[in-house]
DNA sequence: CTCTTTTAGTTGTAGCGTCAAGTAATTCAG
DNA sequence: CTGAATTACTTGACGCTACAACTAAAAGAG
């Protein structure tokens, strides 16, 4: 009864930032990449996570829960990441539901070729601007909110 | 040259994070709302800004730069909510390029009534498991970051 | 005044994400 | 060992957003 009261001061002052970056940020990551490297962030994402991986290659549930997205939409995207030379999809072996996505020779060589840039977007927005402390702070405080965010997904207003 | 280093332990940990955070609070937001009241995040945000204004009434130029979003966006979702009752576009009087965007009863009604259960959504997701430390900390953290991602948006990556 | 530039907003198109439905392989129940 | 349920993904349709092009009004230059 008490969880629909409005937030303090200092809670919206604090939300309403939170809320303009998250507005802002995926933009200009996306801006950085798109221009630079024709990638969007998170093409970008899906293939570092591959490229991070011991023969560049991943299922496509694995790569799901790392990328922190959903199987239809990382199927849309793999599907066009294959079009484009980047990755390749082969049945998986052992269970025959299951789809290997794998980084080619060509889509490795595009994430070492966009890396530098994005990094650099990425310091230049985020990092930067940031102290020791912050950096710590906000490793703190988004850990915090990933243990409601990730797990469950019981989104629900408490009513 | 030495602006395309890679992230530090620390950095990356935090940035790991906030990444995630960034990928999973829209779409957490969005289903809420969705489900208990019909709206997009963005659509109740853009009605929340109108309802704070005296006469419920903005300028589109000044509604999109509170949004932190573009007019075209904002141009094609007024168009909708116009649709659908909640909001009217008249031509300005004093600038007849201009239009005010302006919420109605039935839009005002909506943001009421969709309001207790969005804040209990932000509250579940993002307040909640913050103590009063953390919360002071998320607005200094936010604030640094808005400095470089609301100016001019040269995001360039620095080569 | 007239012509150019800038400002304010709208509209069309193309691409991405979500949701619902479908397919196919595997596991589990009896 | 057969049928039911679950898992792993794919596909199609629809809606929203970005980008580019367009219209119209106001401001500025000469």
Redesign the interface.
């Known amino acids: 009864m008490t969880?629909?009261?409005?937030?303090s001061a200092?809670?919206m002052?604090?939300?309403r930032?939170?809320?303009?970056?998250?507005?802002?940020?995926?933009g200009?990551?996306d801006?950085?990449l798109q221009r630079?490297a024709d990638l969007s962030h998170f093409e970008y994402?899906v293939m570092a996570m591959l490229s991070e991986t011991p023969g560049h290659s991943l299922r496509m549930t694995q790569l799901s829960i790392e990328?922190?997205?959903t199987l239809p939409r990382l199927s849309h995207l793999v599907a066009r990441l294959e079009k484009r030379g980047y990755v390749t999809r082969t049945p998986c072996v052992e269970d025959r539901r299951a789809t290997n996505a794998t980084l080619t020779t060509s889509g490795w060589e595009k994430v070492m070729a966009a890396a530098?840039?994005?990094?650099?977007?990425?310091?230049?927005?985020?990092?930067?601007?940031?102290d020791?402390r912050?950096?710590?702070?906000?490793?703190?405080?988004?850990?915090?909110?990933?243990?409601?965010?990730?797990p469950g997904?019981r989104?629900?207003?408490?009513?």
Chains 1, 2 share one sequence.
Do not use: C, Y
Not at 138 to 150: A, V
């Open positions: 969880s629909t009261e409005w937030l200092e809670e002052s604090a939300w930032k939170f809320v303009a970056v998250v507005e802002l940020l995926p200009t990551l801006a950085q630079d994402f990328t922190d997205t530098p840039g994005h990094v650099g977007a990425v310091r230049h927005n985020v990092i930067d601007p940031l020791a912050d950096v710590a702070d906000l490793d703190r405080i988004m850990g915090r909110m990933l243990g409601r965010l990730e997904g989104v629900g207003a408490p009513r």
